[in-house]
DNA sequence: GTGAAAGCGCTAACAC
DNA sequence: GTGTTAGCGCTTTCAC
C-alpha cells in the first residue's frame, strides 16, 4: 500500500485552493456550509483533502477569526489531589462536562496547583483559548481571581467567592442548611459540639500542616466564606436554642486526605472530652472521622454522633447523617449559564435545595 | 470609585500601540520578552493596558502565530457516567492532569457521548485547539479514532487500541496479570470460574441492556481486547493447569453503574451455579458482586472467592483480592510523552509494572 | 454557485 | 532597545 503522500509543509485551506484551482471560500464552504456548493464539487473538495492529507480546517485559525475557541475553562487553585479525592467535586464536574457535551464544548481544566508561582499560574489562565471560565469554590482572595477578571471572558462562580461583580453564580444556602442539621443534632440533646472543617484560609498560622483548633477570629477569617457560612449555621442553631455559639470547637483541616477528619476529630476530643457530636463540613471528613472512631472503640452513633455535608455517594451508602447537595446539577446549572447566557446580560444568582438526610450516624448523647 | 473605561471595541496589541505610540512589538516584548525593554517603558506600557483594559495577548491569536495552542485533549468516547464512576479512569486523568500542571499546559476534555451523532462527536474533536491527543482505552472500532488520526497531531494511546500506527502507547501487561491472578485463584483450589467482564464491544447483541453470556465467539471479537486480553490470561492459567478454557463462563456487562457487577453476578451464577469464583476484570465490578452476595447472605470468601481488577482505593480497604496497576502513573506517563516527544521521533510502547495484591476476599473453594 | 478582498490579533525576522 | 514587514490559516461580506 502507498503511504499517503506527506507534503513537507502541511496542507491547508489556501493550499488546497490552489491545487484545484477554486477559491478559499468554496473550501471554506464545503468543510462549514455545504449547501452553498454542488455536492459533485464539494466530494471532489473532500477527495482532494484526503490526498493530500488536509487535516480541514486549522481550529485554532477558526477560533480567531469566529472569535469563538468552542471550550470553557475550569480553573482549578486548590491542589489536583484535592479535587479528585473530593467526590463532591467530582460529580461537580462530571455536571459541567455533561453541559459541555451536550452544547458540544470543550472543557479546559487550567489546574494551577500551589506548586506553581503566581506567574506560571496566570500564564495558564492568560493562556487559556476558551470562551468563558468557570471558578469552583475559590477563596475570596485567590491571586488568580483578578487574573481570570483580566480576560474579560464570561465567568460563572460556583459557591464562592460570593460576591464577584457582574458574574453569575450558583450555590447553595450553606447557612440555613447547615443550620437545620444543626437543629437536628441540637434537637437530638447534643450541647457540646465539635466542628470539623476545610482550611479556613489560604494561609496557615500554624507551624505544622496538621488539624488546629480555629479561634472565632479566624473563624470570622473571610476568605472562604462557604465554610464560615456553615459554621454560622450551626452557631445560628445554637443561638436559637439558647446555647453560647463560642462553645463550639472549630477544629481547621490543613489538608484534604483520606484521613483528615480522623485527625481533626482527635485534636477536637483532645480539646474538648466532653464533645458528643462531631459535625462536619465536608462528608469525607465525617467517613474519616468515622473510621477512626471505630479504630478507637467509640461507637457511632452510640458514643458519638457524626454529621457530615455533600451527600455524596459514599456517604448515603454508609448512612451518613448529611445535607444532600446536588453537585453535579451545580457543574451542569453553571455549563448552561456559560453556554446560553440570561437574556439580560444581567448576572444571574442561582440558589439550589439542599436537602437534610437523617442517616444512621446521629442519635442522643451517650 | 470610577468604573474603568470599558471602550465599545475591545483593546488589542495594535490599539495599544498606536496609543502609546510604540511599535506593536514593543508591546508584544512587554509581556513576553521583559529583558527586551526598558523597564521604564514596560511599566508604561503595562499602566495603560491596565487603564484601556486590554487584557494581554489574545491567547488564540498567539496561538495561531506560534503553532501551539498549550493544551493537550483528551478523547472520552463513553458516557461521562462511565468515566466519573470508574476510579481506576479518575486517577488516570488524575495523573495526566498532574502532569500537564507541571508542564504548564491545559487539559481539555473533549467528551462525545453516546448520544451525540458521529457527526457532531466530528466537530468537536476537529474543533479542539490541541497541540496532542491522549485516546484512553478506546475500542479497536472507535468511529473517533479515525477523526483524531486525522488531525496529524501527536497521539498518545492509553490501554487500547493497541496498534495505532505512529503513536506512542503506555499499558500494562493485561493478560500477564490477569493471569498471575488466575493462577493464584486456581492454586486455591477453583475449578469452575465465572469472569465478569465490561462490555467486549460497542455493539450489543443482545435485545436488552442487561449482564448476558458472552459465548467464546463474542470473546474473540476483537474491538475491546483489554478485557479479552484479560480473559485470555484466565484461559492460559487454566489451560496450563490442564483446565478446559472453555469451561469459563463469561459474562459481560452491558452498562457501568454501581450495581452492574451484582447483576452480572447473578446471570453468572443462574448460568453455572457450580461457579465457586467470580473473577473481575474491573474492582467496581467485583466490589458491586460483592455487596449483591453479601444481599444473597452468601459469604465471601467462605462460600464464593472474588476477585477485581485496577487496584483503587476502596478496593484495597475492603480487602478485595486484585490486580493493582498505576492508573495515575499511566495519566503521567500519557502526559510526559506529549509534553517531551522522544527524541527518536519513533512512538514508544510503556509497559508499567502490575502486582497480584492477595486480599481478604479469595479462599479455598466451599 | 463561486471568487476577490479584507482582516481576526498576534509574533518572528530582521533592520535600524 | 525599538520599529518595519510579513505572515500564521481561516471566514466573511459583497460582488459577480
Not at 464560615?228 to 484534604?256: F, K, Q, W
Amino acid at each position: 500500500m502507498p503511504r499517503s503522500p506527506t507534503p513537507r509543509r502541511r496542507a491547508t485551506l489556501a493550499s488546497l485552493a490552489a491545487e484545484l484551482k477554486v477559491s478559499r471560500t468554496t473550501i471554506s464552504n464545503a468543510y462549514n456550509r455545504p449547501d452553498q456548493l454542488s455536492p459533485e464539487l464539494r466530494r471532489r473538495i473532500l477527495a482532494a483533502a484526503e490526498r493530500m492529507g488536509y487535516p480541514g480546517p486549522d481550529p485554532v485559525a477558526r477560533s480567531l477569526r469566529t472569535r469563538k475557541a468552542g471550550a470553557v475553562g475550569l480553573m482549578i487553585t486548590e491542589s489536583l489531589n484535592y479535587w479528585f479525592s473530593d467526590p463532591a467535586a467530582l460529580d461537580f464536574v462530571a455536571g459541567l462536562a455533561e453541559s459541555c457535551e451536550e452544547a458540544g464544548q470543550g472543557l479546559l481544566l487550567v489546574s494551577i496547583g500551589p506548586n506553581r508561582s503566581v506567574e506560571e499560574g496566570s500564564g495558564a489562565v492568560l493562556a487559556a483559548g476558551v470562551d468563558g471560565f468557570v471558578v469552583y469554590s475559590a477563596s475570596d482572595d485567590d491571586p488568580y481571581l483578578a487574573v481570570v477578571r483580566q480576560r474579560q471572558l464570561p465567568i460563572v462562580v460556583v459557591d464562592q467567592p460570593k460576591d464577584l461583580p457582574g458574574c453569575s453564580r450558583v450555590g447553595i444556602d450553606d447557612r440555613g442548611a447547615m443550620r437545620g442539621l444543626a437543629e437536628y443534632v441540637l434537637g437530638l440533646g447534643h450541647r457540646e459540639i465539635g466542628l470539623l472543617t476545610m482550611r479556613l484560609g489560604r494561609d496557615w498560622p500554624h507551624p505544622k500542616p496538621r488539624p488546629a483548633v480555629a479561634d472565632p477570629q479566624r473563624v470570622e477569617s473571610p476568605h472562604f466564606h462557604v465554610q464560615r457560612e456553615r459554621i454560622n449555621g450551626v452557631c445560628d442553631a445554637m443561638a436559637a436554642a439558647g446555647l453560647d455559639p463560642a462553645a463550639l470547637t472549630v477544629v481547621e483541616s490543613y489538608d484534604h486526605l483520606p484521613t483528615s477528619g480522623g485527625a481533626a476529630a482527635e485534636v477536637a476530643l483532645a480539646a474538648n472530652p466532653r464533645i458528643t457530636a462531631l459535625m462536619c463540613t465536608a462528608d469525607v471528613l465525617a467517613l474519616s472521622a468515622m473510621d477512626y472512631l471505630r479504630a478507637k472503640g467509640i461507637y457511632v452513633p452510640g458514643q458519638m454522633t457524626v454529621t457530615g455535608f455533600d451527600g455524596v455517594r459514599e456517604a448515603l451508602q454508609r448512612g451518613l447523617t448529611t445535607v444532600a447537595q446536588p453537585s453535579a446539577e451545580k457543574g451542569r446549572r453553571a455549563g448552561h449559564l456559560l453556554h446560553h447566557p440570561p437574556g439580560s446580560g444581567l448576572p444571574v444568582i442561582e440558589v439550589l435545595d439542599t436537602e437534610v438526610v437523617r442517616g444512621r450516624t446521629a442519635g442522643p448523647p451517650a
